[in-house]
């Protein structure tokens, strides 16, 4: 059933595009948002090792993001080879260098993108090469192309194979710059603010069955998730007296408008990325973990933790959780 908060990522019907060429399937969720151009998402999959590989290049401008779910990647990045599996992210800032191609059957990568508008990108490419065939390897037109989306073509370096963990770039599979535990959740920081041009933050949730979410207020903000493992329930209101109610298994995105209230609760173990962290949420964890220690009465200060909310952001409530 199509919901339209909800993306099932291996179903191409949930997609707004979906082609099969040259050994890559590729997927579009979600094309950019808001003035910076956040949360565009797509996925690319290779049938094979043979199949088309993407050649080292950089950008001038945008990030990106991987999240690899199946076979083996192999990566350069800043002149050193790696090979990334299933949880392994990869996270590309301007001037990085860095190419990817698969070495195993079946390779799925899914994409993150900001303030790169890479579905008009693709959108350009398709346009050329299914209206007007051979043009698109025309130099003159490739060149133009990469000056508009501030590509760099490099020449391969000489990369020797490292162990991903030393790659700054790279973080592997259960990895996180800082960790937090409340009951009932594990939050890890995989992509922090400075990372992401002071946009947002990446975090991963690693939470129990039972555990319930809120989030009652009218905001401007997007929300935007992908659940990796488990299965939630969510609600989201639509008008003051109704709301759409669905679940959200493993590969699937969860993006929720502005301005709309909504709640989820954790039906069996889970791990979910909010993938438009709004909340300054490392600097808040610093200051609870503060607060904790050193003046605890404090957290009994309702009108001081509203306003401590409201310094960093934060408009959650977890209003429960049952062992």
């Given amino acids: 059933m199509k919901i339209p908060y ?8 949930d997609c707004i595009a979906y082609t099969h060429n040259k050994g890559i399937k590729h997927y579009d969720f979600f094309h950019p948002v808001s ?3 956040k949360n565009e998402m797509d996925c690319m999959e290779f049938d094979s090792p043979s199949s088309e590989d993407i050649g080292y290049h950089e950008h001038t401008y945008g990030c990106e993001t991987f999240f690899v779910t199946k076979g083996t990647l192999e990566c350069c990045v800043l ?20 190419s990817f191609k698969p070495a195993s059957e079946n390779v799925r990568m899914n994409i993150m993108f900001q303030s790169m508008d890479m579905a008009n990108s693709t959108g350009r490419r398709f346009r050329v090469q299914r209206n007007f065939p051979g043009r698109w390897e025309d130099p ?8 508009i989306y501030g590509s760099l073509p490099r020449s391969f370096p000489e990369a020797p194979y490292v162990d991903p963990k030393t790659v700054p770039a790279v973080r592997v599979k259960d ?7 409340r009951e009932g959740i594990t939050m890890k920081l995989k992509i922090a603010r400075w990372e992401m041009h002071g946009v947002k933050e990446v975090w991963e949730a690693i939470m129990e069955p039972g555990l319930k979410v809120e989030h009652p207020a009218i905001r401007p903000e997007q929300y935007f998730y992908y659940i990796t493992e488990g299965k939630l329930l969510f609600r989201v ?31 069996e173990p889970s791990k979910m990325f909010d993938l438009d962290c709004q909340i300054v949420l490392q600097d808040f964890f610093e200051e609870i973990e503060r607060i ?12 001081y ?8 952001n934060y408009w959650y409530d977890f209003v429960g959780f049952k062992k």
Avoid at 6 to 13: G, H, I, Y
Avoid at 140 to 147: D, R, V
Avoid at 305 to 312: D, H
């Fill in 6 to 13: 909800r993306v099932r990522m291996t179903e191409p019907e």
């Fill in 35 to 37: 003035p910076v151009q």
């Fill in 79 to 98: 002149g050193e080879r790696v090979l990334l599996g299933p949880g392994d992210i990869l996270h590309i800032q301007p001037y990085m260098g860095h």
């Fill in 140 to 147: 003159s037109l490739q060149k133009k192309l990469l000056e």
């Fill in 175 to 181: 990895s996180a710059l800082k960790i937090h535990k």
């Fill in 305 to 312: 933790m509203k306003n401590l909310k409201e310094t960093f």
């Fill in 292 to 303: 904790e220690a050193q003046e605890p009465e404090k957290l009994q200060d309702e009108e």
């Fill in 237 to 267: 209101w639509e008008n003051a007296d109704e709301y759409c109610e669905f679940e959200a298994e493993a590969d699937t995105l969860v993006q929720i408008p502005t301005c709309l209230p909504f709640e989820f609760e954790v039906l």
